[in-house]
Nanobody, 120 residues
């Protein structure tokens, strides 16, 4: 089994910053990619940013220049640094990992989600 644990959500005023963390643990042989998604009330879950094991990144247009995804060296932990936050960034943020597990092969795993609220 593989577990993803997210942390770092909270409430912040517009223009503020937050950093989300996602730690993967368990029966992990390798991680092909990790990413962050978000889901606002009444909306579909959408990609925010993703990072491959080779270091390639992919950002949604609405966060380019404001958010940065990174991975801790030698660890199965990914971060999302969020700057210049806007009220429309309010959502539950989910971590996803594309994992090659020792048992069960390759599949996606999701974290439990962390709430980010941007409001004055």
């Amino acid at each position: 089994q593989v577990q993803l644990v997210e942390s770092g959500g909270g409430s912040v005023q517009p223009g503020g910053s937050l950093r989300l963390s996602c730690a993967a643990s368990g029966s992990i042989r390798s991680i092909n990619a990790m990413g962050w998604y978000r889901q606002a009330p009444g909306k579909q879950r959408e990609l925010v940013a993703a990072l491959t094991s080779g270091g390639s990144t992919n950002y949604a247009d609405f966060v380019k220049g404001r958010f940065t995804i990174s991975r801790a060296n030698g660890k199965n932990t990914v971060y999302l640094q969020m700057n210049s936050l806007k009220p429309e960034d309010t959502a539950v943020y989910y971590c996803k990992a594309d994992v090659q597990a020792w048992i069960g092969g390759r599949r996606d795993y999701w974290g439990q989600g962390t709430q980010v609220t941007v409001s004055s």
